[in-house]
């Protein structure tokens, strides 16, 4: 393949060359998992315009266990997924070369997961993590969830969605749906009740989409979103400084997983799902007032390069660290360019500040130890939901729009919810001993603050609703220890779970009743 055809496939969207997570074909035969039994979303990640997250309540636990066989063959796979991949690429090479743009025809593709609810109500052991056994709700006050009304101090309820506390439907699963066009989703979603007519209720559907050109891929901040995800050792073909982990830390049982599993848990995952609503008002409003201004600049450079110092990249996805005074979209459209940095420079903020949301997740070298990084790590596989913006062609005034949030890793308190509660919502992370450099910068090395786009204040949740406050630091190159206070939530959380996404070896056992056992105490 010529340098400029590469070039020409890096340019378009869901070819293996311009995707985050490049498929390794074949896999190294040593990572010692059967990619006809991992689901697709997990491994190598759907390829979509649509998806539907269908979270259902079992109501006939063996009538299920026969429609869940029946349904297995529909079930994506990652052998699945990097055949349409595969096949994906090469429709648009033949476009390339005759200058044409056929569409390849891609299926629809399905996977599904259980909650902890379900593994009780099926008899299925533990798969032993304590933050999915709990579920997401034990969680949410420490991630900083605000609170419903109803809360007291002694009885904290978050102020999510009812269709995620509902005690009469308790969520049991989700089967997620990716489609290319609104008439393969509606047939997918007819096939799903179809299917589990007899056994499951439908308690709610969330359903995403993918925004239009010219801000595809971008959430509603305008951000480009799955830029950086991890290169698993052995599956994937890392781009040019694309960080890397041992399969295990995705997925359950592999090299690299910390945690004792039973037999049949091996090539399943964990999914956090989080429907977060996104102010994007309020965050531009936040923009507008504190900007950021060089001279020279162009107007709303100075907003715009606000949001890059909150996020740690430009809006077109080119990060600070490369290009930390004006944005850069050749860099950003390059994928062996726009993940090739370190933040090794340390306390120098000239480039992207340690509370960029980017290095507050993952600080690469800048972490120490270095070995400690790549154990935190995981595969995002969100979509927007809700109208598009006004000046996109959507509805004008306030609506209910955001990000369905889904992260895949093999233990949630080294995968997400860590991420959230140890990192985003630390304002002492990075920690002091990280930040060595020049100069006696004594607030930013013992307080740089919170992750200014998901980051929640460690106060208690329920005497701040009104107020709270997360102090940032090291945004201002010339006086690292100025402190932003942003007064207000950006993203609002409206609910979620953690769901065990089993292989399908599992889920065949599951069907036919076999006994799943969870590792027996010591």
Known sequence: ?????????????????????????????????????????VYPTFPKKYEAFNFFTITDADAFRTDLGNFQPSITTSADTINILT??????????????????QVPNQFNIGFTQRALTLLNIGDIGDPNFKSGMLS???AMGDLPAASSTNANYVPGWDQGWLDPE??????????????????QGQALITSSFQNSINVNFVLNGKVRDDPMKGHEYFGFLDGVSQPAMNGLVDPHKGQLTCDPGVIIHGLAGDQVERPSWALGGSTLAFRQLQQDVDGFNQFCESQPFSLSGDQPGEGAARRGAKMFGRWASGCPLDLSPAHDNTTTAADPEQNNNFTFS??????????????????????????????????????????????????????????LLFTSYQSTLNNGFTFL?????????????????????????????????????????????????????????????????TIGQDFILARGGEYFWVPSLDAVAMIASNQPMPGIASA
């Not at 004594?442 to 200014?452: E, N, S, T």
């Open 169 to 186: 439907n308790p969520i049991h699963g989700v089967i997620s749906l990716a489609s290319q066009d609104p008439d393969s989703l509606a």
């Open 420 to 484: 959230q509660v140890d990192w985003a919502n630390n304002e002492q992370f990075p920690f002091g001993k990280d930040l060595d450099g020049p100069g006696t910068h004594k607030l930013i090395r013992d307080q740089p603050g919170y992750d200014p786009i998901i980051g929640a204040t460690s106060e208690s949740v329920l005497n701040t609703v009104n107020g709270r406050t997360r102090p940032v630091r090291g945004e201002d190159p010339n006086n690292l220890d100025a402190k932003i």
């Open 139 to 141: 969680d949410a006050n």
């Open 345 to 402: 420079q340390g306390m120098d903020m000239t480039r992207c500040p340690v509370t960029g949301h980017i290095r507050k997740m993952a600080p690469r070298v800048s972490r120490e130890p270095s070995t400690e990084l790549p154990t935190h790590m995981v595969v995002r596989t969100s979509i927007p939901y809700g109208p598009e913006l006004s000046e996109f062609g959507g509805p004008p005034g306030p609506q209910d729009r955001g």
């Open 1 to 41: 393949m010529s340098s400029q055809t590469r070039l020409q496939l890096a340019q378009q969207s869901e070819t293996p060359e311009n995707r985050s997570i490049v498929p390794l074909i074949p896999p190294n035969p040593n990572v010692g998992v059967d990619l006809t039994k991992v689901q697709g979303d």
């Open 87 to 104: 096949q994906i690429q090469k429709v648009r090479l033949v476009n390339i070369e005759n200058n044409t743009k056929e569409l390849a």
